[in-house]
């Protein structure tokens, strides 16, 4: 995993430098994508990939290379690192200028990097289950772009974390939007609900799948505001992202979920989750 992409070029990582000025140090200003690896094989990377630059067009920033030559460039790097089962991190920025709030010239070219990971399903959890905390949403109102704004995100986590939970989930007033790094849904009469796609969450790769899987499949699944009351007595409730895929949610602020473990509707939800990674990855 020492090799990493930086600007075009691939080197090894202890010989990898951002400048003072990149405007993503400076300012937060770029965007990310993270994308899965299973048996080597990467999975939704056209999505993810699409999303990358979707968000920079919301953003006005311009990435150096086409959307294939830049996916090949990702494949590469992968296969020459031997990832099997992990992630490959991407990162766009504006690029490096001198520092002011307004954008630089147009011949301000982006600065592009790229590294893999080893990362393994977190499969013990995934059986058993996660806790998590609510926390109100602080975050600005583009959260459809990903962006390496993420400070209450951050801040959200840690404040899960420290009481030792897995997840923040996030609610504006008494609306759940979505978790600090995952989107929320929760379960009821059978029916699965999670946020409609606005501005206020983040259109998760996984959360489609999920969509994809549940519309396939017979579930029922509605893009539908919810309360957190609705969440609390809601018969399951689970978070899902690139890294947790389907994790079950058991416990929140110390109340448990339905019966306290992993409902029916979730183990379902993983089970098709886990036949599409291998279909996609044989």
Known sequence: MNTVFVNGELIDRDKAKVDIEDRGYQFGDGIYEVIRVYEGTTFTMKEHMGRLYQSAEKMKLSIPYEEEDFTSKLLHLIDLNGVKDGIVYVQVTRGVSARQHHFPSEDVVGSVIAYTKDFPVPAH???Q???AKLVEDIRWL????KSLNLLGNLLA??????EGHFEAILHRGDTVTEGSSSNAFMVKNGVIYTHPVTNLILNGITRRVIEDLCRK???SFQEETFSVSELMKAEEVFIASTTSEVMPVVEIDGQEIGEGTPGAVTKR????????KGMQAR
């Not at 939800?269 to 599409?276: A, C, D, M, P, S």
């Open 142 to 145: 583009r959260c459809d772009i």
């Open 129 to 131: 289950g996660v806790t």
């Open 125 to 127: 959890q995934m059986k």
């Open 269 to 276: 939800l993983q089970e098709l989750f886990n036949k599409r």
């Open 157 to 162: 986590k840690q404040e899960a974390a420290t």
């Open 217 to 219: 499949n017979g579930i």
